[in-house]
């Protein structure tokens, strides 16, 4: 030891006054610590489909009058109703006087993301149909200066209204895809689904880089975020270069603006962005977009609108696996929301105000299958419980001590130590419990054993791969949710402490027959094929005895997958001990 010493004292003394530079450490990359941490933003989608709001009359490129007797609607993606309907490029531009903007105030939107408990938004200064939100001198016939918003810069009216409320700001820009500029890349409608030739497209990229380098001017210096779309149909390395150059060669880029990974095929960006799916173990930062009545654009024919349950699980279902929610708003074409939007926007931000604790700065979970009551968030060594379904609140997969369980608001909450969990007693629907362990260890399962005659398994505590909405929350089907239109596996793991046969019962709906397997992952044995027979409707559940089957020692994820024939809703299985 003693040589040692002495001879690191001895190359310490021959190094002083050596000319070499000091080694220099890279700090850290903290660029995306505001992201990790704001969780819940607000997306924009805004232009002139807005103003149609999901209704064409006119003529159509693919051979269709569309009339007043008989319009062209859209209920879904009205932003796309262009590229749907088949509108004549110049036809679609006489739209453009309808988006007017005349009640829009981007302190009144700003001021509403802020207090719905948002924390950024994103808009599009561009979407595919190639409108650009500004006064544009590189497009001056594409922009608000044509429009019935009298050459107005939107986009800079609600930038720096969201700033001076201490929110972080992004632009939605279709840098790939826009269907009244020659050259785009894609199918474009007014090709008939055909696309531009290779020289046409190198055309086109140009001048979208000129149009970044006019954003970037106005834009950059306030800039977080920003936010390419539609990466599928840009594969080229040439076209890439091109516009992400446009962009960080810009002197106003700084280094603070987070991209996402939508730019091209071969663009990773700083973080993900899954539509419509769940990461469950994400390996980089993400961010989940979601609509609240499934069009991006307004439309006066969406079917399909969330209510508050249904939000607020998709916020904490994302947040639980570590990810962000970015949800959208539709404004008209004269920039108003409508009132159901605004009132329930009211709603997630009165759940927001009382339990952002639990949302804010949080991360994985730690656990992949999910619970009966909700969802769980987490913060160091503090679970925090979202209780929306269910008669009670059991969780299960962690048996470390615990040394407090209070609600966000301070009341203490009784709990007891159950098998591979705890149950905790008084919590109310629609509270958040906050639980701080000693540590935290995860150790999924739920348990089964000869002391139990049956287990049942709800949509709810599912795994399920790619992840789906939850609907029924206000059914009231036996408390619980179903999965609609399944088609991913469902699994859940569990602890099985003595070997037994089961017999199998599931609770579905339907519109029609079809076929489902249940198996047991990894066992060839354990495997149950049923023709399932149909139901009266999607809202009529029935219990059916599927099969049985034999579920080994030790931990055993079971997995139920619709295999064919119609869609099918999943509220629970049960599977009840079959006694030799």
């Not at 050596?18 to 660029?31: A, L, N, Q, W």
């Not at 749907?84 to 006087?97: D, F, H, L, S, V």
């Not at 019935?148 to 201490?166: P, Q, V």
């Amino acid at each position: 030891m003693k040589k040692i010493i002495i001879a690191l004292l001895f190359l310490q003394l021959f190094c002083i006054g050596c000319t070499h530079d000091p080694i220099e450490v890279s700090p850290p990359d903290t660029r995306l610590n505001w992201f990790n941490d704001a969780k819940f933003g607000m997306f924009i989608h805004w232009g002139v489909y807005s103003g149609m709001a999901g209704k064409y009359v006119g003529p159509s490129l693919y051979g269709t009058e569309y009339t007043e007797a008989s319009p062209f609607l859209c209920n879904w993606s009205a932003e796309w109703i262009l590229s749907q309907a088949g509108i004549p490029r110049e036809r679609y531009k006489k739209q453009a006087k309808n988006f007017t903007a005349t009640q829009f105030d981007g302190n009144e939107i700003a001021s509403l993301a802020k207090e719905t408990g948002m924390k950024y938004i994103i808009i599009t200064v561009k979407h595919h149909e190639g409108f650009l939100l500004y006064p544009s001198i590189i497009q001056p016939d594409w922009c608000t200066s044509i429009s019935g918003a009298n050459g107005r810069d939107l986009i800079m009216e609600l930038l720096t209204a969201a700033k001076s409320k201490g929110l972080k700001v992004g632009l939605y820009f279709s840098q790939n895809l826009d269907w009244m500029v020659e050259g785009s890349l894609g199918e474009i409608p007014q090709l008939y689904g055909r696309k531009y030739d290779i020289e046409k497209n190198r055309t086109y990229i140009n001048y979208t880089c000129k149009v970044i380098s006019e954003i970037m001017d106005r834009y950059g210096e306030i800039l977080d975020v920003f936010w390419w779309d539609i990466p599928q149909i840009n594969t080229s390395q040439e076209f890439t270069n091109q516009l992400q150059n446009a962009l960080i060669k810009h002197k106003n880029y700084n280094k603070r603006i987070l991209q996402n990974d939508r730019l091209s095929t071969l663009a990773n960006g700083d973080f993900a962005t899954p539509e419509g799916v769940i990461i469950q173990k994400p390996e980089r930062p993400y961010e989940l977009c979601i609509t609240m009545d499934g069009s991006w654009g307004y439309t006066d024919y969406a079917n399909n609108k969330k209510t508050k349950l249904e939000l607020l699980y998709e916020i904490t279902n994302t947040v639980s696996k570590g990810g962000n929610l970015l949800l959208n708003i539709s404004p008209k074409g004269d920039g108003s929301l409508h009132p159901d939007a605004l009132k329930l926007l009211k709603e997630i931000g009165d759940y927001m105000q009382i339990n952002g604790e639990s949302i804010y700065g949080t991360e994985h979970s730690g656990f992949i299958h999910g619970q009966d009551f909700g969802r769980v968030t987490r913060k160091g060594n503090s679970l925090y419980l979202h209780y929306y379904v269910g008669d009670k609140v059991e969780l299960y997969g962690i048996n470390s001590p615990i040394l407090s369980a209070k609600t966000i608001s301070g009341r203490n909450i009784e709990y007891k130590k159950i098998p591979n969990g705890y149950k905790f007693i008084g919590l109310k629907k629609g509270e958040v419990a906050k639980v701080i362990f000693s540590s935290i260890i995860i150790d999924e399962g739920f348990p089964i054993s000869n002391k139990m005659k049956e287990t049942n398994l709800y949509a709810m505590s599912a795994l399920a791969e790619g992840g789906l909405s939850i609907n029924g929350f206000e059914s009231g089907f036996v408390n619980y949710n179903s999965w609609i239109n399944l088609w991913p596996d469902l699994g859940w793991l569990l602890k099985v402490e003595d070997p037994a046969k089961y017999d199998i019962y599931t609770t579905i709906s339907n519109g029609g027959p079809g076929e489902l397997e249940i198996k047991i992952e990894g066992d060839n044995n354990a495997y149950i094929y049923y023709q399932y027979p149909t139901t009266k409707g999607y809202d009529d559940y029935q219990e059916m005895k599927v099969g049985s089957m034999y579920i080994k020692l030790g931990k055993q994820e079971i997995i139920f997958k619709r295999v064919g024939g119609s869609p099918l809703n999943f509220a629970s299985m049960r599977l009840v001990r079959v006694d030799n």
